[in-house]
RNA sequence: GGCCUCGUAGUUCAAUGGAUAGAACGGCCCUCUCCUAAAGGGCAAAUACAGGUUCGAUUCCUGUCGGGGCUACCA
């Protein structure tokens, strides 16, 4: 249990017995971490919410929980303000606490008791197109809450949706006949197939009769003409042999690449069953799913104002020339998460400009009986210094691999500044972890909600609110046992450590809420919760560290501090490890 | 036009309806004979505007202004 639940328990104890029977308010009734540490260390609004629904003065009622406390042996309780409970942790108890976290590889992180099926669907780049910055967000993100939902010990498949299909391949089917570099393509396949599908575009809107014959190859495709099937495949198959160096550089896993393509035979039936249950309709030659009424016109997605008129804006599944779209691949791809792999969950880790396309398609569900914890995973927008969609001077946008490489370059002139006799290797695994836990933290610190503006200062930055930041202090850590000639894992102890200096007690308030923080990130998707927690963390050790020694103290002392440094340090370990970043020992 | 979303120090970002709104960068002061100074300790600096609900509002509601997105056959 951890310390916010014991002393929910102490007080909803306490308000049974002095309200008996009269607690169904008591719902809302919790024990918080207070904002400020004047305030203690939890704090509970009971009184305030309680004598508003009984007319009592809030202080008065206060004092009568207080009194049914009693004395608590984990912390001091006061009244303060309009009425708050504000409980003061006592530093023995923090010290327990520590105790059995030293002995639970979980560092008391409870599982949760509810596991489910999470597929997670994101990063999804298309084919023969590189990465880019805006691929960031998805990838980084999709990652972290995997890890996060497989540690509190749900089933979690991770599913890479790329884009395999489509009416691009049309132009990068006629380039691939007419405009390919064979020996360019050996060198760098994607790019070379990203110069031929721009050469294409360009060509289209000087020539029609280019435009058209593209139309051709790409209905030829469709059609399943052999040869083309077969450069797609390639095409494919060369993209991703590119993509999965970029990901193995971030450390990032699919357990499938099921793209769009998969689902192509699955479509028709699809559309045929949701025409035969009503579901789908007709209109304008297109086959089109409306809500037809059933929702709050503020609230329908497939409706939309226009002069004062709510207007029926269906999702479309099937276009009048035949072809498929997003919403229909969309559909079948859920479909066979939960027939195929019996998802309970499927979070879909996509931009916030895709809002209305994902509320559709789990209202098309919800049409269809089919229930599950769907969710859409939004996130802003990468912005440029203008606040406008991000791009460079020349239009392009900024590829991922430019980006890595650039981090991990300014890593590394940082590596052999700082550290020049570090042999080659180990400083090239540390500018590698530098630089991409850097991008990875500046990523995961803001709340994916908000447009951020990109600067490669601030994406790259290494000093401040930053991943080597934490790097650092798990660095002064491993320095600190290195010279006992001990690690941080073996740490074990008789008994709990004695918790004396304000810093001390310090770290171990922070220490001690890694229980509460990581299971509370899923509720929201909210992985800069655990970002925040760690650099919180991390300054806490380097007061510790500069305020506390700790190979010059002596006795119990000494042995305390050892074991504060261990925790330190295994926390540090396993919460960058959920957010995907590398804790080198010596940077 | 309508709908969604955002507007917080000079800049970039935080803040489950809680108390004196946190950081980082930049600026100005200190601290390495001491476990890695990629560090620590200080100072100055902000909730777009106007109402409302509430014991209490950056947070919820309404309106105004401003940015971004979406608004039937792209994904």
């Known amino acids: 249990?951890?310390?916010?639940?014991?002393?929910?328990?102490?007080?909803?104890?306490?308000?049974?017995?002095?309200?008996?029977?009269?607690?169904?308010?008591?719902?809302?009734?919790?024990?918080?971490?207070?904002?400020?540490?004047?305030?203690?260390?939890?704090?509970?609004?009971?009184?305030?919410?309680?004598?508003?629904?009984?007319?009592?003065?809030?202080?008065?009622?206060?004092?009568?929980?207080?009194?049914?406390?009693?004395?608590?042996?984990?912390?001091?309780?006061?009244?303060?303000?309009?009425?708050?409970?504000?409980?003061?942790?006592?530093?023995?108890?923090?010290?327990?606490?520590?105790?059995?976290?030293?002995?639970?590889?979980?560092?008391?992180?409870?599982?949760?008791?509810?596991?489910?099926?999470?597929?997670?669907?994101?990063?999804?780049?298309?084919?023969?197109?590189?990465?880019?910055?805006?691929?960031?967000?998805?990838?980084?993100?999709?990652?972290?809450?995997?890890?996060?939902?497989?540690?509190?010990?749900?089933?979690?498949?991770?599913?890479?949706?790329?884009?395999?299909?489509?009416?691009?391949?049309?132009?990068?089917?006629?380039?691939?006949?007419?405009?390919?570099?064979?020996?360019?393509?050996?060198?760098?396949?994607?790019?070379?197939?990203?110069?031929?599908?721009?050469?294409?575009?360009?060509?289209?809107?000087?020539?029609?009769?280019?435009?058209?014959?593209?139309?051709?190859?790409?209905?030829?495709?469709?059609?399943?003409?052999?040869?083309?099937?077969?450069?797609?495949?390639?095409?494919?198959?060369?993209?991703?042999?590119?993509?999965?160096?970029?990901?193995?550089?971030?450390?990032?896993?699919?357990?499938?690449?099921?793209?769009?393509?998969?689902?192509?035979?699955?479509?028709?039936?699809?559309?045929?069953?949701?025409?035969?249950?009503?579901?789908?309709?007709?209109?304008?030659?297109?086959?089109?799913?409306?809500?037809?009424g059933f929702h709050d016109p503020q609230q329908d997605p497939f409706l939309v104002s226009k002069n004062g008129q709510w207007l029926p804006v269906p999702a479309i599944i099937r276009k009048a020339d035949g072809g498929f779209l997003y919403a229909t691949t969309d559909l079948a791809t859920l479909d066979y998460r939960i027939n195929h792999f019996h998802a309970d969950a499927i979070w879909y880790v996509v931009g916030a400009a895709q809002d209305k396309h994902f509320k559709q398609i789990f209202d098309i569900e919800r049409m269809r009986g089919v229930t599950g914890d769907f969710r859409h995973v939004a996130f802003g927008s990468i912005l440029g210094k203008d606040r406008r969609p991000f791009k460079t001077r020349d239009g392009e946008t900024v590829s991922l691999q430019d980006v890595i490489d650039e981090a991990i370059e300014r890593a590394s002139r940082v590596v052999h500044e700082k550290n020049p006799t570090l042999p080659e290797e180990e400083k090239k695994n540390i500018a590698q972890a530098v630089g991409i836990g850097a991008i990875k933290f500046a990523e995961l610190s803001q709340n994916r909600l908000s447009d951020y503006i990109f600067d490669w200062d601030k994406m790259l930055a290494l000093t401040g609110d930053t991943a080597p930041y934490l790097q650092n202090s798990f660095v002064r850590v491993c320095s600190i046992f290195r010279k006992t000639n001990t690690d941080f894992e073996s740490i074990q102890s008789e008994k709990a450590p004695i918790l004396k200096h304000e810093s001390e007690i310090q770290l171990a308030r922070l220490l001690v809420r890694f229980a509460e923080v990581v299971p509370a990130i899923l509720d929201d998707c909210r992985p800069n919760l655990l970002a925040a927690y760690l650099y919180d963390l991390a300054r806490s050790f380097h007061s510790f560290y500069e305020a506390c020694p700790v190979l010059r103290s002596e006795g119990f002392e000494r042995e305390s501090r050892l074991i504060l440094c261990a925790l330190t340090a295994r926390v540090l370990k396993k919460g960058m490890g959920l957010l995907g970043i590398t804790l080198p020992e010596r940077m």
């Open 1 to 292: 249990m951890t310390i916010k639940e014991t002393l929910s328990q102490h007080l909803q104890t306490a308000l049974k017995n002095l309200l008996g029977d009269n607690l169904s308010c008591a719902c809302k009734i919790n024990v918080e971490i207070a904002q400020d540490l004047r305030y203690g260390d939890y704090q509970s609004n009971a009184a305030m919410v309680l004598a508003r629904q009984l007319k009592k003065n809030p202080r008065a009622l206060a004092e009568d929980i207080l009194q049914g406390l009693g004395e608590l042996p984990e912390a001091e309780t006061e009244i303060a303000g309009p009425g708050f409970i504000n409980f003061r942790v006592r530093p023995s108890f923090f010290a327990q606490t520590l105790f059995s976290m030293l002995g639970d590889p979980r560092l008391g992180v409870v599982a949760t008791s509810n596991p489910k099926t999470i597929i997670i669907d994101f990063s999804a780049p298309n084919v023969a197109k590189p990465m880019h910055v805006g691929h960031i967000r998805s990838t980084i993100i999709g990652d972290t809450l995997a890890r996060i939902a497989r540690f509190m010990g749900n089933k979690v498949i991770t599913d890479n949706h790329i884009g395999d299909w489509g009416t691009q391949f049309g132009m990068i089917l006629w380039g691939w006949k007419n405009k390919l570099n064979p020996e360019l393509l050996q060198k760098d396949p994607i790019a070379t197939l990203l110069e031929v599908y721009k050469n294409v575009n360009t060509l289209c809107k000087e020539q029609p009769s280019v435009l058209k014959e593209c139309k051709d190859e790409l209905v030829k495709l469709q059609s399943g003409d052999s040869e083309n099937l077969e450069i797609w495949k390639q095409c494919i198959q060369l993209t991703k042999v590119g993509l999965e160096k970029i990901y193995k550089r971030l450390d990032i896993h699919f357990d499938y690449w099921l793209g769009e393509s998969f689902y192509n035979d699955a479509l028709s039936p699809l559309v045929q069953n949701l025409m035969e249950r009503g579901i789908a309709r007709e209109s304008d030659g297109a086959i089109c799913v409306f809500s037809d």
